[in-house]
């Protein structure tokens, strides 16, 4: 009998270390994900607008795309996408050169989510004369990966609010 009770509270704690280690290899404990300081991401989203509007003024088309991943995918109004940085690119050179006139785009950030290494950013643009006065203005969708330690645009589209210009114009 002396050896029953002894076997007995041995087993009862194997077990019961065996469900300890089995529950805790089980349950999942979610790290808590680091604060995103907005109103830094906010400057530093602002200051990539800035950048990217320095670049179109001063017609660097590498400048300008410094703004984007490799990958990037930009939506176009009335055209297809421009998919990858070559494309990009290429339709950033196309809209330098047909400027002629100092044509120059105002970036503002409206509005930010973000999320461990992604953010969505919600702007408005202003397309202004050399001589400063508005010629059109409209909105823009940006949405950001973090990638080595730094927001790039991987995707990117924008829209017009000033009325439809007349085909004859």
């Not at 000033?162 to 085909?167: E, F, H, I, R, V």
Request: hydrophobic share 40%; with cysteine; glycine share 6%.
């Amino acid at each position: 009998k002396t050896t029953i009770v002894m076997r007995t509270p041995k087993r009862i704690t194997g077990v019961l270390l065996a469900a300890v280690l089995f529950i805790a290899a089980c349950s999942t404990k979610k790290e808590e994900a680091a604060a995103i300081d907005m109103d830094k991401l906010k400057t530093d989203i602002q200051a990539m607008e800035d950048a990217y509007a320095a670049g179109e003024k001063a017609k660097d088309v590498d400048a300008v795309a410094a703004y984007y991943s490799e990958d990037a995918t930009s939506y176009n109004r009335n055209a297809p996408p421009s998919v990858g940085i070559a494309a990009i690119k290429e339709k950033i050179a196309k809209n330098l050169a047909n400027d002629s006139a100092g044509v120059y785009s105002v970036y503002k950030v409206v509005d930010l989510f973000a999320e461990g290494n992604t953010a969505t950013e919600i702007g408005s643009w202003t397309r202004m004369s050399a001589d400063g006065n508005e010629m059109e203005s409209g909105y823009y969708m940006s949405y950001f990966q973090k990638r080595d330690g730094k927001y790039l645009c991987v995707r990117d589209m924008s829209v017009t609010s000033s009325p439809a210009k007349a085909a004859n114009e």
